[in-house]
């Protein structure tokens, strides 16, 4: 039988439940018992409610199985004696279809179960494993509430003695409780205060690293068909880019550090020192040369071209030079890529699979370089993996770089500033709901 498959596994899953079985059929009362014993081996039999009442008094039960009708005392008034005692008590009853009277005085005195005469089996396993399911709930809410009141005593005994100690063994529990919410208050206090200084100090360092960043107007002066996305995933992140104008050109450099946040901010005040170094002090304008140099400056600085150093971190990067003499651009990366328009169409030019300045970095490494003659409405754009790598859409997978540059080759013939709002715009609706996963930078400006 299902049943009793069920209620053997749930007992045989429980701690041993104690019965008390009040019949004053002595025939059905010993059938009753060995059907229960298959299951239960702690059962103690009552011949009527008076002796029933009797063992509860003297006795302790999980589960009280009660006929109506007893000489003596019946049913209903053994039950009525033991709600006064214990109103949670779980008790069965077992009644016939003419006893239905009864029933509204046995449901006013708490009792949800009953069982109809004569019993049918899989009715009485049906109702014994509900009962032994409510039995269970029931001792674990017991468990988790000694549990409970066992912690929440040792703490208060806790807090007595400090506060004994404090005020001389006169303080009151309200005195008690009063001193634990200050003390609250006033951790709550320090952690606010500390927590403010840590946002005033990040908050702070995204004005230093804002600061890093190219003066947005004088780009659009020089660049006016150009456009820039720069949407660090935290407060401050790894992601930062340069420009640098001459009279016959300019140089964009994009840097994706590793990590983002503080980690990586710290890394991009590395990139932008080196850069500095590389191209203002060595006067290096040369795309390949200066991811070299950059990928020789993050190593030493990080000491990561020794045995001891502890970190091992570095950068993506891109470099374009753009030489309006020669009408020319020049591209190199290190990890990231090129996109430039041929037409109405774009390409993408892959950047070397080599990055800057981790333990693996090869010093002595020669990046490519790529030369590209510029035409009349030729643009071209770089980007961190940041948009790339974004999780989203019905499947969970990422942005990519084909629908990146699809949205580029349907959107070619629209001004830049639409361009940026158009990508930022699909970047959100497929993100929808799911965390942005990383620093996200696109640079795109055109060309003639």
């Given at each position: 039988?299902k049943?009793?498959?069920?209620?053997?596994?749930?007992?045989?899953?429980?701690?041993?439940?104690?019965?008390?079985?009040?019949?004053?059929?002595?025939?059905?009362?010993?059938?009753?018992?060995?059907?229960?014993?298959?299951?239960?081996?702690?059962?103690?039999?009552?011949?009527?409610?008076?002796?029933?009442?009797?063992?509860?008094?003297?006795?302790?039960?999980?589960?009280?199985?009660?006929?109506?009708?007893?000489p003596i005392?019946d049913?209903?008034?053994?039950?009525?004696?033991i709600?006064?005692?214990?109103p949670?008590?779980?008790?069965?009853?077992?009644?016939?279809?003419?006893?239905?009277?009864?029933?509204?005085?046995?449901?006013?005195?708490?009792?949800e179960?009953?069982?109809?005469?004569?019993?049918?089996?899989?009715?009485?396993?049906?109702v014994?494993?509900?009962?032994?399911?409510?039995?269970?709930?029931?001792?674990?809410?017991q468990?988790?509430?000694?549990?409970?009141?066992?912690?929440?005593?040792?703490?208060?005994?806790?807090?007595?003695?400090?506060?004994?100690?404090?005020?001389?063994?006169?303080?009151?529990?309200?005195?008690?409780v009063?001193?634990?919410?200050?003390?609250?208050?006033?951790?709550?206090?320090?952690?606010e205060?500390?927590n403010?200084?840590?946002?005033?100090?990040?908050?702070?360092?995204k004005?230093?690293?804002?600061?890093?960043?190219p003066?947005?107007?004088?780009?659009?002066?020089?660049?006016?068909?150009?456009?820039?996305?720069?949407?660090?995933?935290?407060?401050?992140?790894?992601?930062?880019?340069?420009?640098?104008?001459?009279?016959?050109?300019?140089?964009?450099r994009?840097?994706?550090?590793?990590?983002?946040?503080?980690?990586?901010a710290?890394?991009?005040?590395?990139?932008s020192?080196?850069l500095?170094?590389?191209?203002?002090?060595?006067q290096?304008?040369?795309?390949?040369?200066?991811?070299?140099?950059l990928?020789?400056?993050?190593?030493?600085?990080?000491?990561?071209?020794t045995?001891f150093?502890?970190?091992?971190?570095?950068?993506?990067?891109?470099?374009?030079?753009?030489?309006l003499?020669?009408?020319?651009?020049?591209?190199?990366?290190a990890?990231?890529?090129?996109?430039?328009?041929?037409?109405?169409?774009t390409?993408?030019?892959k950047?070397?699979?080599?990055?800057?300045?981790?333990?693996?970095?090869?010093?002595?490494?020669?990046?490519k370089?790529?030369?590209?003659?510029?035409?009349?409405?030729?643009?071209?754009?770089?980007?961190?993996?940041?948009?790339?790598?974004?999780?989203?859409g019905?499947?969970?997978?990422?942005?990519?770089?084909?629908?990146?540059?699809?949205?580029?080759?349907?959107?070619?013939?629209?001004?830049?500033?639409?361009?940026?709002?158009?990508?930022?715009?699909?970047?959100?609706?497929?993100?929808?709901?799911?965390?942005?996963?990383?620093?996200?930078t696109?640079?795109?400006?055109g060309?003639?």
């Amino acid at each position: 039988m299902k049943n009793a498959k069920s209620l053997k596994e749930l007992v045989d899953n429980s701690e041993e439940i104690s019965i008390l079985y009040v019949e004053d059929d002595d025939s059905l009362r010993e059938n009753t018992k060995r059907l229960l014993n298959t299951f239960f081996s702690n059962i103690e039999t009552a011949i009527n409610g008076q002796e029933g009442l009797d063992k509860y008094h003297s006795g302790s039960y999980d589960l009280i199985i009660s006929d109506l009708r007893m000489p003596i005392m019946d049913g209903i008034e053994m039950v009525q004696h033991i709600e006064k005692n214990d109103p949670d008590q779980i008790i069965i009853i077992i009644s016939a279809h003419d006893e239905s009277s009864y029933l509204i005085d046995l449901i006013k005195s708490g009792v949800e179960n009953f069982i109809l005469k004569p019993l049918d089996i899989e009715q009485f396993l049906f109702v014994l494993i509900k009962t032994i399911k409510l039995i269970n709930l029931r001792r674990f809410e017991q468990e988790y509430t000694t549990k409970l009141e066992d912690t929440v005593k040792k703490r208060t005994e806790e807090l007595s003695k400090a506060n004994a100690a404090l005020e001389g063994y006169n303080a009151n529990l309200e005195v008690m409780v009063s001193e634990r919410t200050a003390e609250l208050h006033q951790s709550l206090e320090e952690l606010e205060y500390a927590n403010k200084k840590v946002m005033d100090s990040i908050e702070y360092a995204k004005m230093i690293q804002q600061s890093l960043l190219p003066n947005m107007d004088e780009m659009k002066q020089k660049l006016p068909n150009s456009f820039v996305i720069w949407k660090p995933r935290d407060i401050v992140g790894g992601d930062i880019f340069f420009t640098s104008f001459f009279q016959t050109g300019y140089i964009i450099r994009l840097i994706d550090c590793t990590g983002h946040g503080v980690p990586g901010a710290l890394m991009t005040m590395i990139a932008s020192s080196g850069l500095r170094k590389v191209i203002n002090d060595d006067q290096c304008y040369d795309p390949p040369r200066i991811l070299s140099c950059l990928n020789k400056f993050v190593k030493k600085t990080l000491q990561q071209d020794t045995e001891f150093a502890q970190s091992n971190d570095g950068m993506d990067a891109a470099v374009c030079k753009i030489d309006l003499e020669k009408q020319q651009l020049s591209f190199s990366g290190a990890g990231l890529a090129l996109i430039h328009t041929i037409g109405n169409e774009t390409c993408l030019i892959k950047g070397d699979r080599e990055s800057l300045g981790y333990k693996r970095s090869n010093l002595d490494y020669q990046f490519k370089e790529h030369i590209i003659d510029i035409e009349p409405g030729k643009a071209f754009y770089l980007f961190t993996d940041g948009m790339v790598d974004q999780v989203g859409g019905d499947r969970g997978i990422c942005f990519g770089k084909k629908r990146f540059q699809n949205i580029l080759n349907q959107n070619l013939t629209r001004t830049f500033e639409e361009q940026k709002k158009t990508l930022v715009q699909e970047f959100n609706i497929y993100r929808n709901q799911h965390e942005v996963r990383d620093d996200v930078t696109v640079v795109g400006i055109g060309l003639g």
